[in-house]
């Protein structure tokens, strides 16, 4: 940063020259008595954008940091981007002015090398060709600076390593100054921040099953794909993805959220005309809330969700002391489940930021009558409810895919909800709930937050048995599984297993 400085001196004329001077002297001192830097904190595993929050001269500002796309396809390469949004929290109004010092990393290698960038606006946008060599940023430089400028819409275009495969990337962001070129932030003072953002890998390969191919696709939101793989005999689909299990940075890390889709094509009838599955994480089996099937978002694939948040990583590193300070794979699992299907109570929206809470009354669902539904919003990573409006829709379909229920725009005050809902007949549902934007009453009109947005999938039963009747009925089942294995040679006892 110093070097920088010394550049802008080089650059600066009369009472601009002798201004930044000033300034380099007073950083040239200051950084003998600091010592070692500020590196500020470390955002995220995961997810296509992040919010975070950034003390500016006594401000309250959050910064947004957003890569685009979401997954990478030959269609939407051209849309690659980089987004930055520096914003006072209070009044939601963008910082005009501001200037960032910017790299972008990936697998511990530097795709862009540390630099100045300045917008006007205050959004900045780097617009990305991915290519392969070194960066080339095609800008004016800001004159008092000496930083690349965006033009009058916040956009910088570059040409750079970057987003030319999926997977996780580390972007590391200093706030220089803000408001004017030359309101520069202290250096003991600026907000430095290393945010992880990524961006899906579509991993497809054909596998076989019964001397037929059929093409798979798995698409993680993490980091990229491998040794995807089918056992014929368990009908069993297996894959890994990099990941690092140290429970230290694990612990340390604010928001880790893994997210993989499982697209099963439509004639592998073996797999794709089930409703249920059970699925793994390095041997833990998924509770419901972490295993989300959607048979209507295509004609042509079943789509399966794994979501999986910190708390459950945690979970499984404590249950399994060997893989504390596995630095290399996480091994997913994928299997048809004769399981009895139970509605939904709980539910991860897709992008990690919000868990919805479903209470069902009465207990015992039935077709024709008024059923009243609870929703009650919590932040993912916290586990805390979360105290102002949502705003959300909530879509019921049948079995065939037909809308039995459209509500849009519904506000839940102050994080909870209660809706009347009613079922036609007899039969299992698909829920889906989608949360758009969450609004603080007390922010009066400033902009609400749409960073959480994400869609939540989930199952209806009706008749659900309720708590009581599915318990004598569970009693009467395992009695009976008792006398039938009395019959037989006692055989060897089974290990109990943990679900998330």
Same mark, same amino acid.
């Given at each position: #940063?110093?070097?920088?400085?010394?550049?802008?001196?080089?650059?600066?004329?009369?009472?601009?020259?002798?201004?930044?001077?000033?300034?380099?002297?007073?950083?040239?001192?200051?950084?003998?008595?600091?010592?070692?830097?500020?590196?500020?904190?470390?955002?995220?595993?995961?997810?296509?954008?992040?919010?975070?929050?950034?003390?500016?001269?006594?401000?309250?500002?959050?910064?947004?940091?957003?890569?685009?796309?979401?997954?990478?396809?030959?269609?939407?390469?051209?849309?690659?981007?980089?987004?930055?949004?520096?914003?006072?929290?209070?009044?939601?109004?963008?910082?005009?002015?501001?200037?960032?010092?910017?790299?972008?990393?990936?697998?511990?290698?530097?795709?862009?090398?540390?630099?100045?960038?300045?917008?006007?606006?205050?959004?900045?946008?780097?617009?990305?060709?991915?290519?392969?060599?070194?960066?080339?940023?095609?800008?004016?430089?800001?004159?008092?600076?000496?930083?690349?400028?965006?033009?009058?819409?916040?956009?910088?275009?570059?040409?750079?390593?970057?987003?030319?495969?999926?997977?996780?990337?580390?972007?590391?962001?200093?706030?220089?100054?803000?408001?004017?070129?030359?309101?520069?932030?202290?250096?003991?003072?600026?907000?430095?921040?290393?945010?992880?953002?990524?961006?899906?890998?579509?991993?497809?390969?054909?596998?076989?099953?019964?001397?037929?191919?059929?093409?798979?696709?798995?698409?993680?939101?993490?980091?990229?794909?491998?040794?995807?793989?089918?056992?014929?005999?368990?009908?069993?689909?297996?894959?890994? #993805?990099?990941?690092?299990?140290?429970?230290?940075?694990?612990?340390?890390?604010?928001?880790?959220?893994?997210?993989?889709?499982?697209?099963?094509?439509?004639?592998?009838?073996?797999?794709?005309?089930?409703?249920?599955?059970?699925?793994?994480?390095?041997?833990?089996?998924?509770?419901?809330?972490?295993?989300?099937?959607?048979?209507?978002?295509?004609?042509?694939?079943?789509?399966?969700?794994?979501?999986?948040?910190?708390?459950?990583?945690?979970?499984?590193?404590?249950?399994?002391?060997?893989?504390?300070?596995?630095?290399?794979?996480?091994?997913?699992?994928? *299997?048809?489940?004769?399981?009895?299907?139970?509605?939904?109570?709980?539910?991860?929206?897709?992008?990690?930021?919000?868990?919805?809470?479903?209470?069902?009354?009465?207990?015992?669902?039935?077709?024709?009558?008024?059923?009243?539904?609870?929703?009650?919003?919590?932040?993912?990573?916290?586990?805390?409810?979360?105290?102002?409006?949502?705003?959300?829709?909530?879509?019921?379909?049948?079995?065939?895919?037909?809308?039995?229920?459209?509500?849009?725009?519904?506000?839940?005050?102050?994080?909870?909800?209660?809706?009347?809902?009613?079922?036609?007949?007899?039969?299992?549902?698909?829920?889906?709930?989608?949360?758009?934007?969450?609004?603080?009453?007390?922010?009066?009109?400033?902009?609400?937050?749409?960073?959480?947005?994400?869609?939540?999938?989930?199952?209806?039963?009706?008749?659900?048995?309720?708590?009581?009747?599915?318990?004598?009925?569970?009693?009467?089942?395992?009695?009976?599984?008792?006398?039938?294995?009395?019959?037989?040679?006692? *055989?060897?006892?089974? #290990?109990?297993?943990?679900?998330?």
């Amino acid at each position: #940063m110093l070097g920088h400085l010394l550049r802008i001196v080089l650059h600066s004329r009369g009472f601009g020259r002798l201004f930044v001077l000033l300034i380099f002297f007073f950083f040239l001192l200051s950084s003998q008595f600091v010592g070692a830097a500020n590196f500020g904190k470390a955002f995220a595993d995961g997810g296509d954008r992040k919010e975070i929050n950034a003390s500016l001269k006594g401000r309250d500002g959050k910064l947004l940091v957003r890569i685009s796309p979401p997954v990478l396809t030959s269609e939407n390469i051209q849309d690659a981007s980089i987004m930055f949004r520096l914003y006072d929290a209070n009044t939601n109004e963008t910082i005009k002015f501001t200037s960032l010092f910017l790299s972008v990393l990936k697998d511990g290698k530097q795709l862009l090398a540390p630099d100045l960038f300045h917008s006007r606006e205050g959004i900045l946008r780097l617009k990305i060709q991915p290519s392969p060599g070194e960066p080339v940023i095609y800008a004016n430089k800001e004159p008092h600076l000496d930083a690349w400028e965006a033009d009058q819409a916040g956009v910088i275009n570059l040409r750079a390593p970057i987003l030319l495969e999926g997977g996780l990337y580390q972007i590391h962001v200093e706030v220089f100054g803000i408001d004017s070129p030359l309101n520069i932030f202290e250096q003991d003072s600026i907000p430095k921040f290393d945010v992880y953002l990524s961006v899906g890998d579509i991993h497809s390969q054909a596998v076989q099953y019964n001397h037929k191919d059929y093409n798979m696709t798995v698409i993680s939101y993490y980091d990229e794909v491998t040794d995807l793989s089918l056992d014929q005999g368990k009908k069993e689909l297996a894959w890994r #993805m990099p990941f690092n299990y140290n429970i230290t940075r694990i612990k340390n890390e604010p928001d880790i959220f893994i997210h993989e889709e499982v697209r099963i094509p439509r004639n592998f009838t073996e797999l794709a005309d089930g409703m249920r599955f059970a699925g793994s994480v390095d041997g833990m089996e998924l509770g419901a809330s972490s295993l989300a099937v959607d048979p209507y978002s295509s004609g042509s694939e079943l789509i399966v969700h794994f979501l999986i948040n910190k708390a459950q990583i945690i979970q499984l590193v404590e249950q399994s002391p060997q893989i504390n300070n596995k630095q290399g794979t996480m091994k997913f699992s994928l *299997s048809p489940d004769a399981d009895i299907v139970e509605t939904s109570t709980r539910l991860f929206t897709d992008t990690g930021s919000v868990i919805v809470s479903l209470d069902w009354n009465p207990d015992q669902l039935a077709a024709g009558k008024d059923i009243e539904l609870g929703l009650k919003f919590y932040d993912q990573f916290t586990g805390n409810p979360v105290a102002d409006d949502v705003k959300y829709d909530l879509m019921i379909l049948d079995q065939n895919g037909s809308q039995v229920t459209m509500r849009e725009n519904i506000i839940a005050k102050g994080g909870n909800d209660t809706e009347t809902l009613v079922f036609p007949e007899n039969a299992e549902y698909h829920l889906e709930i989608y949360v758009k934007e969450i609004q603080d009453p007390a922010a009066g009109s400033g902009a609400p937050d749409s960073s959480r947005a994400g869609r939540a999938i989930g199952v209806v039963v009706v008749p659900e048995l309720g708590t009581s009747l599915a318990m004598i009925l569970a009693a009467a089942s395992i009695a009976g599984v008792i006398a039938l294995m009395r019959s037989f040679v006692q *055989s060897s006892s089974t #290990m109990n297993r943990n679900k998330w």
